[in-house]
């Protein structure tokens, strides 16, 4: 079988797969969210937090509940990374230092994930586990949450409630989350990813040197990381490595995982609102970018110009072996297309322009199909940005879902889709004018600023994937990149659950002849086109500097 039909059977494999999921599951988190019922451990957590369940909140109150939790988060991991030295299984690791013990805590805590270190020489079994895991699980319930308040905005009218954060928090944990994720875990156990909190072994390899091989809880934190779209690798090679991923099937499930909820919440949009058609809409934008984008890589990695790749057939320099330019491209483009950051290949050693087509998927928002959570409201923003434009094209007041998209509703879009270029672009430019980001190139001329570039838009995206070629572990990288995934995390939230107020508190307005059809193939084409036009006008520049250039000189 030619590796290019081997490709073509994976991806469709991998549709179908998703295809057969999205609507049991994403019925069953629209139930989930939707229901009345506490179960018994669910009334336990919130006693033990001092929380009402039932208690409605208004958008204030549910942001402040995510900021809250969100701020003892990062303080509880900054602790536990500094005081590792002092606690059981600690595997003789020294204290983070303040500068990276503050960046792992916001980038685990913003669902980034970004790591300036090695997780198997300097995290131990409790951070991993006790800190790192916990927060994958958090971090992602709580940008389901957002979207759900979101969603509820445009489902309910005459009133400010969007639902409990508690609640909303904890429904995602216990049951879409940690169920998924056991069994996941016990798929990758028993395909060969290790589980153990067993002490750092000492080996002899075959040409006499001593290796050091570092155990772990690696399946149950791969099964969540993937799922939860949050990327943070137990080991530096992450799904490079093969105790995280030992091979073709365990590939195929990782990047399962990293689209399934992502891909399966649209559904639950569609029935929270009353019309499952209007989630098609949403799900099929995301899937014809995600796709074209897939198609762009693979095709760039296996037909590139160069003598070299012709020579061996493709580009493989940084790609595993057992893998090859196929499952590495659909790996890539799913990671940074989920806001997930995990890699089962380095990006830095992809051509020039498939780069670019790396960076384009965080640039866009990460919204084909996005992180959990996160790519449904980000969608449903540019959503809102797409009918207020054709609003203007036919001198109509736009409207969305039966709600009208007035001046609020428009300028808290606005500064949605404009917090995080200004974060990727002003964090780019102050590095590279402060020489912080030339002396953290290991690379020169338009690659080395492509390196740059990623890591900012990435950390500013939250995605957490980098250029392997880029040193991120300096005093300045790690507050800079830190501010920037708390930053591009949470203000973003604030525009977003302010919006679903002001969403809840109209009257729906009914359909008429001159309303736009919003479940319509029609939609979905400037939905897709608004998109790729307002991310090009943003970037362009930035990208022509990088990957355009290295690309177009090669």
């Known amino acids: 079988m030619s590796p290019v039909l081997a490709d073509v059977l994976l991806v469709t494999a991998l ?29 336990w957590i919130y006693r033990s937090v001092g929380a009402n369940p039932d208690a409605e909140m208004r958008w204030p109150a549910y942001l402040r509940g995510v900021l809250a939790f969100s701020a003892v988060s990062v303080v509880f991991l900054y602790v536990l990374q500094r005081v590792q030295d002092k606690l059981p299984l600690s595997l003789g690791f020294k204290p983070i230092t303040p500068d990276q013990a503050f960046n792992t805590a916001v980038s685990f805590v913003s669902n980034t994930n970004w790591q300036s270190y090695s997780g198997e020489v300097a995290m131990s079994h ?16 709580v940008g389901i949450a957002v979207a759900v308040a979101l969603v509820r905005g445009f489902a309910r009218s005459r009133t400010g409630d969007l639902g409990n954060f508690w609640t909303d928090l904890v429904r995602g944990v216990v049951r879409v989350l940690l169920p998924v994720s056991v069994v996941a875990a016990v798929l990758l ?37 993937d799922l939860g779209t949050n990327g943070g690798g137990f080991f530096n090679a992450n799904s490079a490595h093969p105790f995280e991923n030992p091979g073709g099937f365990t590939n195929l499930l990782e990047i399962f995982l990293l689209l399934v909820i992502p891909f399966s919440l649209p559904r639950t949009f569609g029935k929270m609102v009353g019309s499952v058609k209007q989630g098609y809409a949403i ?4 899937g014809i970018i995600w796709f074209l984008a897939v198609v762009a890589v693979t095709w760039i990695e296996y037909a590139h110009p160069g003598t070299a790749s ?12 057992r893998f090859g330019e196929g499952p590495s491209s659909l790996f890539a483009v799913s990671t940074t297309m989920t806001s997930t950051g995990s890699v089962n290949s380095f990006h830095d050693s992809f051509q020039g322009l498939s780069g670019g087509v790396l960076l384009i998927g965080m640039m866009l928002g990460e919204i084909a199909p996005g992180g959990v959570g996160s790519g449904l409201y980000g969608m449903l923003i540019m959503a809102v940005i797409a009918v207020f434009i054709a609003g203007l094209m036919v001198g109509r007041t736009p409207e969305y879902l039966g709600k009208k998209i007035g001046t609020r509703e428009i300028k808290l879009a606005a500064c949605y889709i404009l917090v995080t270029p200004a974060l990727v672009l002003i964090g780019t430019a102050m590095a590279m004018a402060l020489g912080k980001g030339q002396s953290s190139m290991t690379n ?5 600023f492509s390196e740059v570039l990623y890591a900012y838009t990435s950390a500013s995206n939250n995605n957490g994937s980098a250029f392997a070629g880029f040193a991120a572990n300096t005093e300045y990288h790690n507050t800079m990149l830190g501010l920037c995934m708390a930053l591009g995390r ?9 919006l679903a107020g002001s969403l809840a508190e109209q009257k729906p307005v009914p359909a008429t ?12 084409g400037l939905l897709v086109g608004a998109i790729m036009i307002i991310t090009g006008l943003t970037f362009f520049p930035a990208l022509a500097l990088g990957p355009l250039a290295e690309g177009l000189a090669t």
């Open 444 to 448: 020169i001329g338009a690659h080395g």
């Open 283 to 286: 799900v099929a934008a995301m």
């Open 189 to 225: 156990i028993a395909a060969g990813a290790i589980q153990n909190f067993g002490d750092i072994h000492t080996i002899t390899t075959l040409t006499g040197d001593k290796q050091a091989i570092s155990p772990g809880a690696v399946a149950s934190q791969e099964a969540i990381k």
């Open 513 to 524: 002849a001159g309303t736009l059809r919003t479940e319509k193939p029609l939609f979905t």
């Open 15 to 43: 549709i179908g797969a998703l295809a057969l999921v999205h609507r049991p599951l994403g019925d069953y988190m629209a139930a989930v969210y939707s229901s009345g019922k506490h179960l018994r451990v669910e009334k």
């Open 490 to 498: 949470f203000l973003p939230m604030v525009f977003v659950l302010a």
């Open 310 to 321: 012709q020579i061996a057939g493709g580009s493989m320099e940084g790609k595993e072996q």
């Open 126 to 141: 409790v951070t991993q586990t006790a800190g790192l895991a916990v927060q994958n699980f958090v971090s992602a319930a």
